[in-house]
Each structure stands twice: as structure tokens, then as C-alpha cells.
């Protein structure tokens, strides 16, 4: 057991540096993003060994491409889920994304915002909003994992929230 952690620890220090590079400069994400990505990067490399989805003969793969792969995937998946809330009809009054010809690191660095922001949120509304747009769960499994009384109390305070979060988004729309 000790081999094994020494071997995970090793990995971890060499594949962080090119990790952070790759996606700071071919995605353009800031480093609180890519330290979030990484660490879910490595979560998703270590149950997909748990659960022998990946084994030594099965790799086709450097494993330092292989992970980068993940984290690949993994990013696109958080930004899909950051769409959702662009595209959640409170958010979408606020039309902060103008047409499809804005500047594509526009929309990158207001992603990352987004992100960070609903991270740095205090509860209920980090705990929410990530439930409900990164975790993909209803207003009733919200209801019953938070204590709410329901799922409309859930909307309540969700569009409480977005109202918290509207404000930060057109003050970073003006910069």
C-alpha cells in the first residue's frame, strides 16, 4: 500500500506542471479553474483504476495522455453544465453572451467567472446552484437533500441566488 501511494504521489508531482501548462494555454482557463479540473481529473483516474476501467494492458496510451484525456472531457463536461445556468431563463435576461459571434475567450474568461463565483458563493447558494446546475439534481431531490420544504421553496431561493449573482455578472460584463 505504501508502494502504491508513493507511485500516485510521484505522478501527481510530474503531471501537475504539464497539466496546468496544457490548459492554460490551449483552453485559456485561469489557475483556480485548472486546479479545480485537476483535482477532479485525478479523482476520475482513480476510480476509473478502482473499478478496472483502466488497466495495464488496456491502455493504448501514455498514462500522462490518457489523464490529460480525462481532464479533457471533464472540462467540457463543466462547461456544459455552466452553459445551463447561461442559459437558465433568469440568467438569460440578463443576456450577458450578446450573439454567437462574441469573441470566444470572451466567453471563456466569463465562464470561469461564473464558475468562481458561484463557487465563492456563501450557502445555501453555492450548495444550490451546484446541486442544481453542476450536479444536475431536481427541486426535489434538492428539497430532500438540503431540507427544503419543497421544490418551489427550492425555485425560491435559487432565484434569490441568481439575483446575488446577477449584479457580479454585469459588473464583470463592464471591465
Known amino acids: 500500500m505504501k508502494n502504491d501511494e508513493k507511485v ?6 510530474e503531471i501537475r506542471p504539464s497539466f496546468f501548462a496544457f490548459f492554460r494555454t490551449r483552453y485559456s482557463k485561469e489557475d483556480a479553474y485548472i486546479l479545480d479540473l485537476f483535482q477532479d481529473t485525478c ?3 482513480w476510480k476509473n483504476i478502482q473499478h478496472r476501467k483502466l488497466t495495464e494492458e488496456g491502455l493504448k496510451s501514455t498514462l500522462s495522455t490518457y489523464f490529460l484525456s480525462i481532464g479533457k472531457y471533464t472540462m467540457m463536461a463543466k462547461d456544459r453544465k455552466f452553459k445551463e445556468i447561461v442559459n437558465d431563463d433568469e440568467l438569460a435576461k440578463l443576456s450577458f453572451i450578446e450573439d454567437d459571434s462574441e469573441d470566444l475567450r470572451k466567453r471563456i474568461e466569463l465562464e470561469d467567472f461564473v464558475y468562481r463565483m458561484v463557487s465563492e458563493m456563501k450557502p445555501p447558494c453555492d450548495k444550490l446552484l451546484k446541486a442544481q446546475y453542476w450536479d444536475k439534481l431536481s427541486g ?20 434569490k ?12 460584463r463592464k471591465l
Open 8 to 13: 500516485i504521489s510521484t505522478f501527481y508531482k
Open 43 to 45: 479523482i476520475v483516474l
Open 140 to 159: 426535489a431531490e434538492i428539497a430532500e437533500k438540503y431540507g427544503y420544504s419543497g421544490p418551489d421553496s427550492v425555485k425560491t431561493q435559487k432565484s
Open 161 to 172: 441566488c441568481i439575483k446575488k449573482l446577477r449584479p457580479l455578472i454585469e459588473k464583470f
